[in-house]
């Protein structure tokens, strides 16, 4: 792994009996990087995500987070590098009925000995973190309201909170705006991207939505079967050719050819253009 690598995964596959989730995945993704993973549900992002703190273990490949091989890495050698690595979900997993900022303080339970139960269990310090935190994500008025009380664009922004309250490295969010309607699933992705800058975080996020992921990310990655088809800068794409992803036909060779990258833009690589063409028999019959 690079120095400026925080993801790495190479050739992993992973395996639920017979069925094949991911297929010889390997990805890279640098530091401060924000990068969508997009494609049909069952293409393989959730179990991606999962792999990269240790929910799921690789069949085969490998997978390299913060300069770590997570298949080397068991008990406090895991749990510190979870602590690292934040993870937004897109069902919240809120408590509901206790207060919000009860909710952001768990997501320091990595840090603290024995059970907590109520607010004033957690030390004073990490109380003013927290509420630090909630002004950021612009809910310090809510801090002492049940979670279930909030709008779910509220409640996203609470498990942004909590998931900052570990102070992590990387961020991942496994389609965090699926439960939003388009206005705040604008509003919550542009707070994740104005966090990642601010506070120099590497993002990995699975999405359905082409035009957030179009407008809010570095670099798109597309799956299709576990397998990546699409991997390049997202300045280098129109809507049409990300959309082919979801329709079941590969991008064809004169399609890659047309993409023109913008400064700086790598384009798609010729093993990505391959990939694709490969995918066409078996992304059409599908």
């Known amino acids: 792994m690079s120095d400026t690598s925080k993801i790495r995964l190479i050739d992993v596959t992973k395996k639920f009996g017979h069925t094949v989730a991911l297929e010889k995945v390997s990805l890279e993704v640098s530091s401060g990087e924000v990068v969508v993973l997009l494609g049909l549900s069952g293409s393989g992002k959730s179990t991606l995500l999962r792999h990269l703190n240790g929910l799921e273990a690789a069949t085969d490949g490998s997978v390299e987070v913060l300069g770590e091989t997570l298949s080397g890495l068991k008990g406090r050698q895991l749990r510190e590098l979870r602590s690292k690595v934040g993870f937004i979900f897109q069902q919240f997993e809120l408590v509901g009925p206790r207060s919000v900022l009860e909710n952001v303080l768990s997501g320091s339970l990595a840090t603290l000995r024995g059970p907590r139960l109520g607010l004033l269990s957690y030390p004073k310090q990490l109380r003013l ?24 664009g509220q409640q996203q922004r609470v498990a942004i909170a909590r998931a900052l309250m570990q102070e992590p490295e990387i961020l991942l969010a496994d389609e965090p705006v699926a439960s939003l309607d388009p206005e705040s699933s604008q509003q919550v992705m542009n707070l994740i991207r104005e966090i990642a800058v601010r506070r120099g975080l590497t993002v990995l996020c699975s999405l359905h939505q082409v035009d957030l992921a179009l407008a809010w990310a570095d670099r798109i990655v597309g799956l299709r079967h576990g397998a990546v088809v699409l991997d390049t800068r997202a300045g280098a794409l129109d809507k049409e050719t990300v959309m082919n992803i979801y329709r079941r036909v590969a991008v064809t060779p004169e399609e890659i050819a047309a993409i023109e990258p913008q400064e700086g833009a790598e384009g798609l690589n010729s093993a990505t253009a391959v990939n694709m063409t490969d995918m066409q028999a078996s992304g059409a019959s599908a």
Do not use: I, M, N, Y
């Open 129 to 152: 973190r927290a509420l630090d935190l909630l002004a950021e994500v612009g809910l310090e008025e809510h801090a002492f309201q049940r979670a279930d009380t909030l709008s779910g």
